[in-house]
């Protein structure tokens, strides 16, 4: 099983790489997790933000997999603790299928890619910066496998 994070943005800052490799880089090799970039559609003066949004949609998709558990990343999605993220990665890993984690643009993600998720997930009520995102996204799944092993990682 692998874990995809699909994000809308490239060029990211050295922090943001470093950040989210460190803990992609612990993750066990029957678990690895994978970051997928996917290009910002331009948005010039007066842009169609909603076209533009489903431009990216599309580019997400399809970078997903046609058997993919699909998880949206939404302000609006529920909020789960880190002991009840332990719990989805188990019930993932038993299920065997690949899990895409999708994070929007500047503007969120647009309606099909809502639609194509099975779970919408709160990282937080906060407006968290898309950079920001992937490595706190990152962390987390590496203490969720931790707690799943009893790893020492994890000490709450």
């Known amino acids: 099983m692998r874990l ?4 809308v943005g490239q060029k990211m800052p050295d922090w943001v790489i470093t ?9 066990p090799p029957e678990l690895p997790l994978e970051l ?3 290009a910002m559609a331009h948005r010039g003066k007066n842009p169609d933000i ?12 399809s970078a997903t ?3 993919d558990r699909v998880i949206a990343l939404e302000v609006g999605g529920r909020p789960w603790s880190t002991e009840k993220l332990a719990g989805q990665l188990e019930t993932w890993q038993q299920d065997g299928r690949d899990v895409s984690f999708l994070v929007g643009g500047p503007d ?3 309606e099909d890619c809502r639609k194509r998720a099975d779970q919408q997930w709160s990282l937080s009520p906060l407006t968290l910066p898309h950079p920001l995102v992937r490595i706190v996204l990152a962390e987390q799944l590496y203490r969720a496998w931790s707690i799943t092993r009893n790893h020492p990682y994890h000490r709450a």
């Open 19 to 27: 950040g989210f490799g460190d803990y992609a880089r612990r993750m």
């Open 36 to 38: 997928v970039e996917i």
């Open 108 to 110: 969120g993600l647009a």
């Open 50 to 61: 909603s076209r533009l949004m489903q431009r990216e949609c599309d580019a997400i998709l």
């Open 65 to 67: 997999g046609p058997k």
């Open 4 to 7: 995809r994070l699909i994000c």
